[in-house]
């Protein structure tokens, strides 16, 4: 068995309404009906795992080292980072890249996840950006490379997951080392006691159980970094093409993005009534422009009202109200767009090998009576 810091009947208890997609590394969703709030409960926040989850002893203090190319290499405990630096709070979406994976076609490897590998928490740590400086970070510092002690399951001797972040976005104020998650200390599942805090990079970046970052020259090579991990092509591939690991990319910035949490898959209205349609939209680095809706399944389109988020790396409420006309089938669409112009897909988003960055505008089916 492999070692775990929870059973699955704990975290049914914990994480009521999940779905869990793997038994084993733990990785479960909540149903999207559960992320109906701007800031999402840990009860209802994903989990994701690429290994076993490490045992944790909580009778020694946590430690986190800064090494590599820094003029003075630094150990703090979690105590000794809070003591030192400044404590920020900021409100960000934290997505798995590999969200929406299972409305690819063809299918891709990898776990299926629907809509609900996403969430927004108010994280609170130091940055990471302060930690570089008090060490000391070297003129030729490239990439960060993060370490924790989560094991793969079928080999024990390779961590489960090492990755890093460019200099510029370690250094950027948004960056953080973590130690808790909506006011309450950092829950083990979601890497506690330490984890990193990327805004707008996938939920990959999000290194948990962080216990080391060492500072690297050149891009980090750490396990799930390489090959096709976590990786796009830069240009589009096709299903069955070879594989050409020099197009494939670091993924650092996730598309824009709506979910509708209101009403849910499966609902009904009555013919006359009025519905309110609602949920999120957000973004990697470019802010979200506005959200269209569409209550006819696609045939009309209205811009939905949309209200600031708490801040800018949280997700932001839409809402737009339908009155069902006729009875028959109802089909809701929304679809998000950037002030760039990037506009989610209507139909496919670009298929890639891994099944990454899937924002294929979200369809909500339902009947009016
Ligand atoms: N140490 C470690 N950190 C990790 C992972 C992991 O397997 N091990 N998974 C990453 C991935 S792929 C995602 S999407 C997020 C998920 O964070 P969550 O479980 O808190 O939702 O954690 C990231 N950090
Ligand atoms: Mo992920």
Redesign the pocket.
């Known amino acids: 068995m492999p070692r775990r810091l929870i059973e699955l009947p704990l975290l049914r208890r914990l994480k009521p309404g999940l779905y869990v997609h793997d038994e084993e590394?733990l990785n479960a969703e909540p149903e999207v009906g559960l992320l109906d709030q701007p800031i999402t409960p840990v009860d209802a926040?994903?989990?994701?795992?690429?290994?076993a989850l490490?045992e944790i002893d909580h009778s020694r203090d946590w430690t986190l080292t800064l090494d590599g190319e820094v003029e003075r290499p630094r150990a703090w405990t979690v105590e000794a980072l809070r003591e030192r630096f400044e404590t920020v709070t900021i409100a960000a979406v934290?997505?798995?890249?590999?969200n929406g994976r299972s409305l690819f076609s063809p299918p891709t490897d990898g776990l299926q996840w629907r809509l609900g590998?996403v969430?927004c928490a108010r994280w609170t740590g130091v940055r990471l950006k302060d930690l570089l400086e008090h060490a000391g970070a070297r003129p030729g510092a490239v990439y960060t490379a993060?370490h924790?002690?989560?094991r793969l399951i079928r080999d024990e001797t390779r961590?489960?997951?090492?990755?890093g972040l460019p200099i510029a976005k370690a250094l950027s104020e948004e960056t953080l080392v973590a130690f808790a998650m909506n006011g309450e200390p950092l829950p083990p599942?979601?890497?506690g006691p330490l984890?990193?805090v990327a805004p707008g990079f996938?939920?990959?970046?999000?290194?948990?159980?962080?216990s080391g970052i060492t500072i690297r020259p050149v891009e980090h090579d750490g396990e799930?970094m390489c090959g096709t991990d976590?990786r796009m092509p830069v240009r589009p591939v096709l299903p069955g093409e070879p594989i050409d690991k020099s197009l494939f990319e670091v993924i650092t910035d996730m598309p824009v993005k709506a979910l509708v949490t209101a009403p849910v898959e499966g609902f009904s209205v009555e013919v006359g009534g009025a519905v309110e349609i609602r949920g999120f939209a957000w973004s990697g680095t470019v802010p979200v422009a506005g959200v269209s809706l569409s209550s006819d399944g696609g045939a009309s389109w209205r811009e939905a009202a949309l209200e600031p988020g708490e801040g800018p790396f949280a997700w932001r409420r839409f809402r737009a109200r339908f009155v069902a006309e006729q009875a028959g089938p109802v089909t809701i669409i929304a679809q998000a767009r950037d002030e760039a112009g990037n506009v989610q897909p209507l139909h496919e988003a670009q298929w890639n090998p891994r099944g990454y960055c899937n924002n294929q505008a979200q369809r909500v089916r339902g009947t009016a009576r």
């Open positions: 590394a926040f994903f989990i994701r795992n690429n290994g490490p934290l997505e798995c890249a590999g590998a969430g993060h924790s002690p989560d961590p489960a997951l090492s990755r599942l979601h890497g984890r990193i996938p939920g990959s970046a999000w290194q948990k159980w962080l799930k976590y």
